[in-house]
């Protein structure tokens, strides 16, 4: 346990989980949102940005050495004096493209070859940084403390979301509409994001209790790598593992092709098939209203399991994940105008993702349990990144293809798997 000098945890774990939201969701939504607002092509949009999610991927790789190198602290302290270099990054090397072709669509990838530079850097920061400060939740507190805290980490984590995803694109879409100059508010808009995480880092270089020894002396290399050498073996070795790895590559499949095209429909002219809001809109819609309906799914689905057992809770959750769909077909047939109905099916989209997502989360609790339970559950986030990668390359080439329409039926028949796979997990759970 780390010498705190008696520094109550409250001075730093909710600024640590704000610290480790902002990055993901600047790299994971924001990027989406600000290439699609700047007139990039779908496919290209999706392909490189669900790029970004490799980090998150392949993170148990490199875990280990955050281990051995120094301390989880220090690497709290280094990668976000990182990530703010990278925010300054971007803020710098967003390209200006014209009016002309921001509205035509066709703005090409390559201008923002020196900005998809520092998302990458940002995404691997961000990666690390999320090792290093869940490492650093169980050293600093002790098992009462860690109990304590577990739900404000969360909310924290939450409310991060609200402000980098719905805050940050009402300012976008506040100043482009008053400006009308989209560049330009993306430019300030990511200068808000470089100043608060900037005070975010220079507090925790203050803030954050200093540990008395390394973890490297406790432990050395050679123990870490054959301790990592072995969560990996015995992993893929488990009792029907692979069952459990197919249902975490399709449970989101529907989602991992929905969420890229999310932002581009929304903000399409409704002749395109979209539904012409604004992003200022979008972001109260969206990313404030969405996200609480979000976190209310995902309170009341943990509430679900506990009452009912997961292997009950299974199917009802699993059906729950098709509503995303199914208001997703609705608002691209029907195009609404109205903020009130748009606002509803979007509610009820988030609502059920998260009800469902649940499911998904105790899955991988489930699938994690054993002796290495804290390396195998990284592994399972593992493959729960790579089933929103793989999906996600290949959705703006797809919408491209069909049309908005079209492609929310696709992600309709998607559900498909989603159904079976759970069929298959159920039967397996006890």
């Given at each position: 346990?780390?010498?705190?000098?008696?520094?109550?945890?409250?001075?730093w774990?909710?600024t640590?989980?704000?610290?480790?939201?902002?990055?993901?969701?600047l790299?994971?939504?924001i990027s989406?949102?600000?290439m699609a607002?700047?007139?990039?092509?779908?496919?290209?949009m999706?392909?490189?940005?669900?790029l970004?999610?490799?980090?998150?991927?392949?993170?148990?790789?490199?875990?280990?050495?955050?281990?051995?190198?120094?301390?989880?602290?220090?690497?709290i302290?280094?990668?976000?004096?990182?990530?703010?270099?990278?925010?300054?990054?971007?803020?710098?090397?967003?390209p200006?493209?014209?009016?002309?072709?921001?509205?035509?669509?066709?703005?090409p990838?390559?201008?923002?070859g020196?900005?998809?530079?520092f998302?990458?850097?940002t995404a691997?920061?961000?990666?690390?940084?999320?090792?290093?400060?869940d490492?650093?939740?169980?050293?600093?507190?002790?098992?009462?403390?860690?109990?304590?805290?577990?739900?404000?980490?969360?909310?924290?984590?939450?409310i991060a979301?609200i402000?980098?995803?719905?805050?940050?694109?009402?300012?976008?879409?506040?100043?482009?509409?008053t400006?009308?100059?989209i560049?330009?508010?993306?430019q300030?808009?990511?200068?808000v994001a470089?100043?608060?995480?900037?005070?975010?880092?220079?507090?925790h270089?203050?803030?954050l209790?200093h540990?008395?020894?390394?973890?490297?002396?406790?432990?050395?290399p050679?123990?870490?790598?054959?301790?990592?050498?072995?969560?990996?073996?015995?992993?893929?070795?488990?009792?029907?593992?692979?069952?459990?790895?197919?249902?975490?590559?399709?449970?989101?499949?529907?989602?991992?092709l929905?969420?890229?095209?999310?932002?581009?429909?929304?903000?399409?002219?409704?002749?395109?098939?979209?539904?012409?809001?604004?992003?200022?809109?979008?972001?109260i819609?969206?990313?404030?209203?969405g996200?609480?309906?979000l976190?209310?799914?995902g309170i009341?689905?943990?509430?679900?399991?506990?009452?009912?057992?997961?292997?009950?809770?299974?199917?009802?959750?699993?059906?729950?994940?098709?509503?995303?769909?199914?208001?997703?077909i609705?608002?691209?047939?029907?195009?609404?105008?109205?903020?009130?109905?748009?606002?509803l099916?979007?509610?009820?989209?988030?609502?059920?993702?998260?009800?469902?997502?649940?499911?998904?989360?105790?899955?991988m609790?489930?699938?994690?349990?054993?002796?290495?339970k804290?390396?195998?559950?990284?592994?399972?986030?593992?493959?729960?990144?790579?089933?929103?990668?793989?999906?996600?390359?290949a959705?703006?080439?797809?919408?491209?293809?069909v049309g908005?329409?079209?492609?929310?039926w696709?992600?309709?028949?998607?559900?498909?798997?989603?159904?079976?796979?759970?069929?298959?997990?159920?039967?397996?759970?006890e």
């Amino acid at each position: 346990m780390l010498d705190n000098g008696h520094r109550s945890p409250w001075l730093w774990v909710p600024t640590l989980y704000l610290a480790e939201g902002i990055p993901y969701i600047l790299v994971n939504n924001i990027s989406v949102a600000l290439m699609a607002n700047m007139g990039v092509p779908n496919g290209k949009m999706a392909l490189f940005t669900s790029l970004l999610y490799l980090p998150w991927t392949i993170k148990p790789f490199w875990s280990p050495f955050v281990d051995i190198v120094k301390t989880k602290r220090w690497w709290i302290v280094f990668t976000q004096i990182l990530l703010t270099a990278c925010f300054v990054g971007l803020t710098l090397s967003l390209p200006h493209p014209d009016s002309f072709t921001i509205a035509g669509g066709n703005t090409p990838i390559g201008l923002f070859g020196l900005m998809l530079v520092f998302f990458w850097i940002t995404a691997f920061a961000s990666a690390t940084h999320d090792i290093a400060a869940d490492g650093y939740y169980m050293l600093a507190l002790d098992d009462n403390e860690q109990a304590l805290f577990v739900g404000i980490r969360s909310t924290f984590y939450r409310i991060a979301t609200i402000l980098g995803q719905g805050g940050l694109l009402y300012i976008a879409g506040h100043l482009a509409r008053t400006t009308q100059n989209i560049p330009m508010a993306w430019q300030i808009t990511l200068l808000v994001a470089t100043v608060l995480f900037g005070v975010l880092t220079l507090w925790h270089t203050r803030a954050l209790p200093h540990s008395e020894k390394s973890v490297a002396a406790q432990r050395t290399p050679s123990d870490i790598l054959r301790e990592f050498g072995l969560t990996f073996v015995s992993f893929f070795t488990k009792k029907g593992v692979w069952l459990g790895i197919l249902f975490l590559l399709l449970y989101r499949l529907p989602e991992a092709l929905s969420l890229k095209l999310i932002f581009p429909f929304m903000m399409s002219p409704v002749e395109q098939g979209g539904l012409g809001l604004g992003l200022d809109q979008i972001g109260i819609i969206y990313s404030t209203i969405g996200i609480i309906c979000l976190t209310v799914g995902g309170i009341l689905g943990g509430w679900y399991i506990s009452r009912v057992g997961l292997k009950r809770a299974l199917w009802p959750m699993a059906l729950c994940m098709t509503l995303p769909c199914l208001a997703f077909i609705y608002l691209s047939m029907m195009q609404p105008s109205s903020v009130v109905w748009i606002t509803l099916a979007l509610a009820i989209e988030q609502f059920g993702y998260g009800f469902g997502f649940t499911a998904f989360m105790m899955v991988m609790i489930h699938i994690s349990e054993g002796t290495y339970k804290t390396a195998h559950y990284a592994i399972c986030t593992a493959f729960m990144a790579l089933s929103m990668l793989l999906p996600g390359m290949a959705a703006g080439y797809l919408q491209e293809q069909v049309g908005y329409i079209g492609f929310f039926w696709l992600v309709m028949i998607c559900c498909l798997p989603v159904l079976l796979v759970t069929f298959l997990m159920r039967r397996k759970l006890e």
